[in-house]
């Protein structure tokens, strides 16, 4: 398995530009979601879908559009790029685990090795 | 306005030492605080988490200290290698899927 795969590794744009982050998992997962990294802020969830056809807004979603057709794949779009936007983005996949012991669930997110973008 | 305060920004280690991190919650519904690790240049993967039920989970040389009244959790890394030097994320879920994360923790561990 290739587990969470993320095209391109690295991009430039300018302001106003658009663009695609490509992400894929081939582990079945039905839940899936984008964050961005950036320096002493942590992981910020942009957007996150739970399974084909289904997508919701995170924390941090303006300026940022998904969609979710298949099961595999979740591509993040920048409609208009802004140097706010210049970031690491990270794709993550994962499905829901009951505990053994007490009717919990869990969640391990397996994450993309991410997309280093710059807008200048 | 960050759901999980984590301290300190970063630390330094000597091999063989204890690294300790910790982080404070507000919102009392999570039920679910896993640590991730994170290489440089990699994405973060999961290394160990706990529910509320329980003060204390230990994998290897990880364990997590959990106080549900006190709002607060930390991670202790004993035995410190030179391999464990990565930005390390507290986070915590409200429901099954949505995760907030703390601001991370850079270990350096000095051989």
């Known amino acids: 398995n290739a587990g969470v795969t993320q095209t391109p590794k690295f991009q430039v744009l300018k302001t106003g530009q658009s663009m695609t982050l490509q992400c894929a998992q081939d582990?079945?997962?039905?839940?899936m979601s984008w964050y961005r990294q950036d320096p002493g802020m942590g992981l910020r969830l942009i957007h996150y879908?739970?399974?084909?056809?289904?997508?919701d807004q995170g924390e941090v979603p303006n300026g940022y559009n998904v969609s979710r057709s298949t099961t595999e794949d979740f591509p993040l779009r920048l409609l208009s790029a802004a140097p706010s936007q210049t970031s690491v983005y990270f794709c993550?996949?994962?499905?829901?685990?009951?505990?053994?012991?007490?009717?919990?669930?869990?969640?391990?997110?397996?994450f993309g090795p991410g997309t280093r973008l710059t807008v200048l | 306005q960050q759901q999980v305060k984590q301290s300190p920004q970063s630390l330094i280690v000597q091999k063989g030492g204890i690294s300790i991190i910790n982080c404070a919650y507000e919102?009392?519904?999570?039920?679910?605080f896993p640590w991730y690790q994170q290489f440089p240049g990699k994405g973060p993967a999961l290394l160990i988490a706990?529910?509320?039920?329980?003060s204390e989970k230990k994998e290897g040389r990880f364990t997590i200290s959990f106080n549900k009244s006190a709002k607060q959790f930390s991670l202790h890394i004993m035995d410190s290698q030179p391999g464990d030097s990565a930005t390390y994320f507290c986070?915590?879920?409200?429901?099954?899927?949505?995760?907030?994360f703390g601001a991370g923790t850079t270990v350096t561990v000095r051989a």
């Open positions: 706990i529910r509320p039920d329980v």
């Open positions: 993550a996949s994962s499905t829901s685990v009951l505990g053994l012991a007490v009717p919990y669930s869990y969640n391990e997110q397996f």
């Open positions: 986070a915590a879920s409200l429901v099954d899927y949505k995760l907030s």
């Open positions: 582990m079945n997962h039905e839940y």
């Open positions: 879908s739970v399974g084909a056809g289904i997508t």
């Open positions: 919102n009392t519904a999570f039920d679910y």
